[in-house]
């Protein structure tokens, strides 16, 4: 049963830049996908299409059943929902420590400062970043701040990880630390998307789905040769 769903899905910005074209791809529930390709091949724009943070030009996009050409105001907070985002240019807020930066989309969603708490605490401690509760998220490690930033995406329970190079900042330790995370999350039945530049981490994927320059060339397994 597909989750998230293209069909001949393109994606133009201002400028005429063709980022994505025609691309066609079915996700299914439960499953590791990770996206490769050089910069510039259209990771970054595929992960925010699905997050509704851009919208398709073109083709047919849906997510856990929503129509992504028809998301506006309203539907737009249902669909978050069922998302955990862990997003390069959605950083920790430093005005405010580590548990509260990981209560606010639960505050913002409506939960109550006690369950948005607890909530909170549970996520970190399956991070293993309980300990720095309190902390400023300046006053972390980038591996520290990523794992915070993975509590944040998940303390709400969502069906879909959506992460864009989560492990780019961080040593080959950290990034394998951090991808271990967000597979067990894929584990409890999570369906993950994650871009990656990194081929190492590659060998727990169902599915590996290579882009470039806006298209898709291929899709392979970890151990398998490149075929469409
Ligand atoms: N907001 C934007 N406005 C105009 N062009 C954009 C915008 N965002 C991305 N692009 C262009 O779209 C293409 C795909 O960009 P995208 O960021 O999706 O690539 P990427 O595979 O994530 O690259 P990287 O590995 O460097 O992160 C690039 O040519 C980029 O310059
Ligand atoms: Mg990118």
Redesign the pocket.
Known sequence: MSIISFSHVS?K???D????SEISLDINEGELVF?T????????????LIAGM?KPSGGMLQVSGQDMRKLNRTTLPFLRRKLGLIM?QQRLLNDRNVLANVMLPLIISGATTQEAKERATVALERVGMLGKAQALPKALSGGEQQRVSIARAVVHKPRIILA??PTATLDRENGRMVLDMIEAFNRAGVTCVI?T?DDRLLQDADRIVQ?TQ?KLIGIRTPNSEVGA
Not at 17 to 20: E, G, I, K, M, S
Not at 37 to 47: E, I, Q
């Open positions: 994606k910005y201002a400028g830049v063709t980022a994505l996206l390709g050089p910069s510039g091949a259209g990771k970054s724009t595929l992960l925010k851009e390069q864009d190079e871009s530049h882009l806006g």
